[in-house]
């Protein structure tokens, strides 16, 4: 039984060793600018978020980015608060964002795959990312994400701070 359990630990250790390496271990790409970025579009469903829509909407309106190449379209999933009003003022006062908002529930998927749904369909991007309205993004995220799937022709997961996060 104690042979088992040691085995079963030793296994167990050595799974989680590889997790961890796999971590640290990535292939960094330089970044070559090209003539004719893509298109991208960035999709944020948000609901009732007041308190963090306006940093990520001016950290995603300060990207290093060509403006006539990116959207930002925020969907505003039947919030209470002053999330719809913080939008259209976004989209009011920068031509890159739009604004979308959810009225009813969908019988068909959850809220925010909904949400996320309806921004997509409206998106013009050759390249779409999304973030949640908590987080926040440096100036070059837009950039790095669109660079990372255009050359490696695949889907790309990259990090976002959350807002409060040291």
């Known amino acids: 039984m104690s042979l088992l359990l040691m085995l079963c630990a030793g296994i167990y250790l050595a799974f989680v060793l590889f997790i961890i390496a796999g971590l640290f271990r990535h292939n ?28 990520l909407i001016q950290d995603l309106v300060n990207q290093e980015y060509p403006l006539d190449q990116l959207e930002v379209i925020i969907v505003d999933d039947r919030s209470t608060d002053s999330t719809a009003k913080i939008s259209r003022e976004a ?21 925010k795959k909904h949400a996320l749904t309806l921004g997509i369909k409206m998106a ?5 990312l999304s973030t949640d309205a908590d987080c926040r993004v440096g100036k070059l995220w837009v950039s790095s994400m669109a660079y990372s799937v255009v050359q490696q022709d695949s889907i790309s997961i990259g990090y976002s701070k959350v807002a409060g996060e040291s």
Do not use: H
């Open 91 to 111: 989209a009011e006062s920068f031509a890159v964002v739009k604004y979308l908002r959810v009225e009813q529930l969908s019988t068909e998927m959850t809220p």
């Open 28 to 55: 960094e790409q330089s970044i070559i600018s090209t003539d004719q970025p893509p298109v991208v579009s960035v999709v944020i469903a948000a609901r009732n978020e007041e308190n963090n829509l306006p940093d």
């Open 124 to 128: 013009r991007g050759d390249v779409i």
